[in-house]
């Protein structure tokens, strides 16, 4: 039995309101018996400067598991047998629609890991409290991450299928800032 919170909620005010929802994928290679995550720097464009999973918009006429395994390979450089892992919807205040993003993961890869023009792929650490020596790895960047991602990044790792929901305001210097979010295990297998 892994040892997380399935259900988490917080924030203040009543959620944002939202005509349009687009649709996007984000993917991760979990490795537990290396006990690391790929994760990679976005080096251009929303979320620049922002570690994330490699993801991207589901184009006209491909599922969101097409578009997961499409993404993977453009912005990594290699190929998964990706599994869903989970969905959320993401709404930023300013914005004209949310996102509705797809969660996969996968252990095993085929390919090299490459640096694009989108994202610099690095290896962290997964938690593991059991450790008898720290991993020379670094600790999952979450001070560098989309402020909701340590809530859920759990439940990904745990391989809880999760749903979630996040708003996020604009402050004086327009950063996003996390006002409002629910995430939880959509099962307890
Ligand atoms: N880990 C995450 N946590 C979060 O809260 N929001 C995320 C998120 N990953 C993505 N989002 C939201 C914000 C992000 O800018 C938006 C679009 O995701 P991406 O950055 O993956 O897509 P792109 O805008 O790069 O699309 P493409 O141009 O098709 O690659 O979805």
């Given at each position: 039995m892994d040892n997380i919170t399935p259900y988490s909620e917080g924030g203040e005010g009543d959620w944002l309101l939202f005509e349009q929802r687009k649709y996007f994928t984000n993917a991760f290679i979990v490795q537990h018996d290396n006990k690391r995550i790929l994760l990679g720097l976005k080096k251009?464009?929303?979320?620049?400067d922002k570690y994330n999973g490699f993801g991207g918009k589901v184009e006209d006429g491909e599922t969101s598991a097409e578009a997961a395994v499409r993404e993977l390979q453009e912005e990594a450089g290699i190929t998964a047998a990706l599994e869903y892992s989970g969905t959320m919807l993401f709404f930023s205040e300013g914005s004209d629609f949310a996102y509705h993003i797809d969660y996969y993961s996968a252990a095993a890869y085929q390919g090299t890991v490459t640096e694009t023009e989108e994202m610099r792929p690095e290896w962290f650490a997964l938690p593991?409290?059991?450790?008898?020596e720290p991993s020379t790895l670094p600790q999952i960047p979450f001070h560098q991450?989309?402020?909701?991602?340590h809530i859920w990044f759990p439940l990904l790792i745990a391989k809880r299928i999760f749903n979630g929901r996040v708003d996020f305001r604009l402050d004086a210097n327009s950063q996003h800032k996390l006002t409002k979010w629910w995430f939880g295990a959509a099962s307890a297998s």
């Open positions: 251009r464009g929303f979320g620049k593991d409290v059991d450790a008898t991450m989309w402020e909701d991602d």
